[in-house]
């Protein structure tokens, strides 16, 4: 993944966090995932996406849906 692109998916990942009242141990709980993980994410230090399973259980985590289009994601609020 592009440094940038990484950088910008990890800012929005935070924003969406913060937004949700969600501390980093609280998110990665949920999502299943470690907290250096996230953080990593977060800082955009990953050196691939994470993958489409992760994404989903942020998406759940976070109450948004994740959806896949071609080799793109788009995320949406959830209802």
Known sequence: MKRDLAKEFGHALRQLR??????QEALSEQAEISVEY???IERGLHKSPPS???LERLGRALRVV???RGMSWTIKLAA
Do not use: D, F
Not at 18 to 23: E, G, I, N, P, Y
């Open 18 to 23: 913060q937004a949700r009242r969600l501390t």
């Open 38 to 40: 996230l953080s990593r």
């Open 66 to 68: 994740v959806e896949k």
């Open 52 to 54: 489409w399973s992760i």
